[in-house]
């Protein structure tokens, strides 16, 4: 029987995870794919911390380049989850005709297109099904089940660690910073949480999404991205009252023209959308192709078992490539889209919250400023107050540009009557 020799780099939660479970259902793999999957090398960084896992001493270095200077190895896992480092480490991987599997996808996202310019050069697939959703089978799903499609959208709850944190507040009343803390002690966050709650770790995978789609590496900073770090119990409260959930939302989008938007932000949803129902670290994806119409993925986005599943399908195709050489390196550029809409001109609904003096005339000035500007209101809620007092005044508006609502937001901001900086968020109706 064939055996493909794997180096392992990193071994934090998910390394540790591919380790365990390559290791338990090793006969499985075997019986499953007609070769062996052996772990050869692991290249970590503190060999005495206990992860949980029992790995014989032989197989540790502490440098990851032993990795690469080992011929025998033609599989690298990079899951260090490094920025520098990790380039390095690929690219000189890729350089040794060494196929790649990874999870890294702040590195995919901002460095995507260097990666795979090395990888057709070399001839060297990289394969990152880790890198988005955790467990849920997304990448290969866009790269292969839907081959024959034009994706049109691709509606994405893609941050666990927001996701857990919205409904531990809607469903416990927790605050905004309990929730995080319960959701790092699960594991779930990232080292450093503020990627998971200003939005940047879904914008990431939003970015490979969109890229693999689309063909061309989409550049960071033509997307939008707003996290969940300023949503309120109010909010929360109001948009139930209206129908909705907030979710936050990773939206991608093509028009007629071939033009895309990939945009990140928290988001009301209709609570009777499958998407709205979608609780705790889970993720889910609503992916729309021509051909195929609406599909829908679930799953853990999180975690370590989720994760290394992942992994091991990755090293599983990478062992497979090697068998049976292909074309494709796990990702095809090609240029029949290649623009992103301005982020000012991306179409939207949005709902509003002010808070402001309850006086006769005070709905009048917002609704001539938002009229002013050609925006349309779809509906409109003042809770009681007592008079002369500060009120919310909620509305929800139909659809208009981000630059409108900009100009409207200021407008709005500088009245009299607007007690606060007024708070929005945007709204998918799916239409
Ligand atoms: N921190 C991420 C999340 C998990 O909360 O979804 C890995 O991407």
Redesign the pocket.
């Known amino acids: 029987m064939q055996h493909f020799a794997i180096g392992l780099a990193g071994m934090g939660n998910v390394g540790a995870g591919v380790f365990k479970h390559l290791t338990q259902n090793r006969a499985l793999l075997r019986e499953r794919l007609g070769f062996e999957l052996d772990v050869k090398k692991i290249a970590l960084r503190d060999p005495k911390k206990d992860r949980g896992v029992a790995v014989p001493p032989e197989l540790i270095t502490t440098q990851w380049q032993d990795l690469l200077d080992d011929p025998s190895i033609q599989i690298v896992v990079e899951l260090m989850g490094q920025k520098e480092e990790s380039l390095r480490f690929m690219l000189g991987a890729i350089e040794r005709g060494k196929i790649v599997v990874t999870g890294n996808?702040a590195l995919l996202a901002e460095h995507g297109r260097e990666i795979f310019e090395a990888a057709t050069k070399h001839k060297v697939p990289v394969f990152f099904e880790a890198a988005v959703a955790?467990g849920i089978p997304i990448i290969k799903s866009i790269r292969e089940a839907f081959i024959g499609n034009h994706i049109q959208s691709i509606h994405g709850i893609?941050?666990?660690?927001?996701n857990y944190i919205l409904t531990r507040m809607v469903e416990s009343g927790l605050g905004f910073a309990e929730a995080l803390v319960e959701?790092q002690e699960a594991g779930?966050?990232?080292a450093d949480p503020t990627?998971?709650v200003d939005g940047w770790?879904a914008a990431h995978?939003a970015v490979i999404l969109a890229s693999l789609a689309y063909g061309f590496w989409v550049p960071t900073d033509k997307i939008f991205v707003e996290g969940v770090e300023q949503i309120t119990a109010n909010d929360i409260c109001f948009a139930k009252k209206l129908g909705y959930s907030i979710k936050l939302l990773g939206i991608i989008k093509a028009d007629a023209k071939g033009e895309i938007e990939v945009r990140v932000h928290p988001t009301l949803i209709p609570e009777k959308h499958v998407l709205a129902s979608v609780n705790g670290?889970f993720?889910a994806l609503a992916v729309h192709g021509d051909i195929v119409g609406d599909t829908l993925f679930y799953g853990r986005?999180?975690g370590q078992d989720p994760?290394s599943s992942s992994v091991i399908a990755d090293l599983a195709e990478a062992a497979a490539a090697l068998q049976a050489p292909r074309s494709n390196y796990g990702f095809m550029p090609h240029g029949l889209y290649g623009t992103c809409t301005p982020i000012d001109d991306i179409v939207s609904e949005y709902y509003l919250r002010l808070t402001v003096e309850d006086r006769p005339g005070v709905i009048a000035q917002v609704a001539g400023i938002l009229g002013s500007l050609n925006i349309g209101i779809s509906s409109i809620f003042q809770p009681e107050g007592d008079e002369g007092a500060a009120v919310p005044l909620i509305l929800v508006l139909h659809k208009a540009t981000h630059g409108q609502m900009n100009t409207a937001l200021e407008k709005i901001g500088a009245l009299e009557c607007v007690k606060k900086t007024p708070r929005m968020i945007r709204v998918e109706n799916f239409a």
């Open positions: 996808k955790g893609i941050n666990g660690t927001s959701a779930y966050a990232e990627l998971d770790d995978k670290v993720n986005g999180a994760t």
